[in-house]
């Protein structure tokens, strides 16, 4: 998920892990990101993706 809202809608309260990225965020085995949040969540964790960041708030 990539924002709590989506996480509510799979039923959780709290990430896991959450990934930090400069990048757009495209869920494609090409890209980095995404295959670290899937292989990370077939783990057993619950991962949340932040991509592009506004850098003056976060």
Known sequence: PMSMEEAR???WDELDVVIVTG???IDHP???MS???RVLE???FRVG???QP???SA
């Open 54 to 56: 506004d850098w003056h």
């Open 30 to 32: 090409s890209f980095a």
């Open 49 to 51: 993706i932040i991509s």
């Open 42 to 44: 077939a783990a057993g």
């Open 35 to 37: 295959i670290l949040g």
């Open 23 to 25: 990048d757009a965020y």
């Open 9 to 11: 809608e799979r039923g």
